[in-house]
């Protein structure tokens, strides 16, 4: 079954509210919506465009939500506030990511499990804190920049079909390996026979490369951000495209000199001296896959966005 406009705006709207207030808000939305659509039909209106006035008058269902529970907005401001809202439900899977690499990683150093945890969920608590502060500093200043943003359309709801989280997915998992690399020399149990930490990461990637990481991050967010504004279009793919092939280059010129995986890490747990090249080539594989993904998935969402841009235009004429 299609997901009408209204279906799909009640349903953007409807996630937003709490479980106690949405059955009744959902009926008096579409009976509300029902009514206006009828009425502009009578008025000689074709029936899509009518639906589309209709919403496109209520507005953008999160700041209708934030009106329906009283949840003060001034911080971000009305303009930015939606975006705002869906772009934080997205980078705050950064932090449990984070958690789980961390704790896996303490848990492959011997450290005991309790410890493991600690140290995960410390370290997906700092980095959710930092990636929220970050955020929200980022829309405050868009928010008081000079130019404001355009009008809300129908068309901006996300399809049923396709998640938020899949137009960012590579975000939250850059973040947690930024972590792994940062975090690796403190969380360690591995020493050598003076009491020196042993990482499993190779030392010299973050003192040498430690600029280029951050800026990775700081360019991943600002990309983020661009498409949540700007959409899904041919021109983002191909910029998307080039980003993830640079950054897939970056890795692979670190493995092949060994800058990803500590040998003598491994030669301290008693491993085979083979297992760090068997690794970083699973990596490389998993690297090519994800690259392979993110690639094609750009490029789909794109054409999915110029189609509905049409589609939108030709209801308009």
């Known amino acids: 079954m299609i997901a009408t406009l209204t279906d799909r705006y009640v349903a953007e709207l409807s996630r937003l509210l709490p479980a ?39 507005g953008d269902p999160v700041l209708l939500a934030a009106d329906y529970t009283d949840r003060p907005t001034s911080l971000i401001g009305p303009h930015h506030f939606g975006s705002y809202r869906r ?38 608590l700092i980095v959710s804190a930092v990636v929220v502060a970050a955020l929200t500093l980022v829309f405050a200043i868009i928010e008081r920049l000079p130019r404001r ?64 990481i951050v800026g990775i991050v700081v360019l991943a967010i ?34 092949t000199h060994d800058l990803f995986l500590n040998r003598e890490f491994f030669a301290a747990i008693g491993w085979d001296p083979a297992v760090p090249g068997v690794i970083t080539v699973v990596a490389l594989v998993l690297l090519g896959i994800n690259a392979i993904v993110e690639i094609s998935g750009g490029f789909l969402r794109a ?8 589609d939108a235009n030709a209801v308009r004429a």
């Open 20 to 58: 106690r207030q949405r059955k009744d808000i959902e009926r008096e939305l579409r009976a509300s919506i029902a009514d206006t659509v009828d009425e502009r039909v009578e008025r000689g209106m074709t029936p899509a465009q009518a639906e589309r006035d209709a919403l496109a008058e209520l």
């Open 87 to 124: 772009m934080l439900g997205i980078v705050v899977t950064a932090g449990p990511g984070v958690a789980i690499v961390v704790a896996v990683a303490q848990v492959l150093y011997a450290v005991p499990l309790w410890q493991a945890l600690v140290s995960g969920v410390t370290a997906g």
């Open 149 to 212: 943003a355009a009008a809300w359309e129908p068309t901006a709801l996300p399809d049923r079909q396709e998640t938020v989280g899949g137009t960012l997915g590579g975000l939250a998992f850059l973040l947690g390996v930024i972590a792994l690399l940062v975090l690796s020399p403190t969380f360690t149990a591995v020493t050598d026979a003076e009491g020196n930490a042993i990482p499993v990461i190779a030392p010299a990637l973050w003192a040498n490369w430690a600029p280029v």
């Open 222 to 255: 600002v990309f983020s951000i661009v498409i949540e504004y700007a959409g899904w279009s041919i021109p983002i793919a191909i910029v998307n495209a080039a980003v993830v092939l640079a950054g897939s280059a970056l890795f692979v010129w670190w493995a």
């Open 303 to 310: 054409v999915r966005s110029n189609r509905a841009r049409r």
